[in-house]
């Protein structure tokens, strides 16, 4: 007796958090993965435990990372966005490899959001391996041991990333 209404009410009220969400702006999560040959990553003076950067000609091959996460446009202060940074030297093998460390590598994290850890840092600890596809795509995997930053541990202690790095022309 009572879940013909009931059912009616769910259906009804689904329906309609299904067209608000369509009409509201929701703006979908996304990735990029691109490399560029003949940069480098420029660091600039450090700023606290922030490390800005800018990228510039140069001799590596610099792959880069992006996730945007889905955003409500009606809300604000929810936008999240995460870019990893990575130099390496360039190689003729078809395969990399490598470990990643200070003193050989320049790696960037860089936080986007309204929070306390936002920002550029540094990453010290890693690895990179993968095989080129073609002249323009890598495919790479990606592991980074992430930094503490503003005293705040970070959700995880390893970031991993897996994808096919188109070239950048430039």
């Not at 979908?28 to 990553?41: C, D, G, H, L, R």
């Not at 360039?90 to 050989?104: D, G």
Request: charged share 20%.
């Amino acid at each position: 007796m009572y879940r013909l209404p009931l059912l009616l009410l769910l259906f009804f009220g689904l329906s309609r958090c299904l067209i608000f969400a369509q009409e509201s702006g929701i703006k979908p999560a996304s990735i990029s993965t691109i490399w560029y040959s003949n940069k480098t990553i420029h660091l600039q003076p450090k700023q606290g435990q922030l490390q800005p950067y800018q990228l510039q000609r140069g001799n590596n091959w610099v792959f880069q990372y992006t996730y945007k996460a889905a955003d409500i446009v009606e809300i604000a202060d929810d936008e999240f966005s995460e870019t990893i940074v990575l130099a390496i030297k360039p190689t003729k093998l078809k395969k990399i490899n490598q470990k990643i460390s200070a003193t050989k590598n320049t790696v960037i994290y860089l936080k986007s959001c309204f929070c306390r850890d936002a920002g550029p840092v540094s990453v010290l600890k890693g690895k990179i391996k993968g095989y080129q596809l073609d002249e323009q795509t890598w495919h790479l995997e990606i592991t980074l041991k992430m930094p503490t930053v503003n005293q705040i541990q970070p959700a995880q202690k390893f970031k991993k990333i897996k994808g096919d790095f188109k070239l950048q022309v430039q």
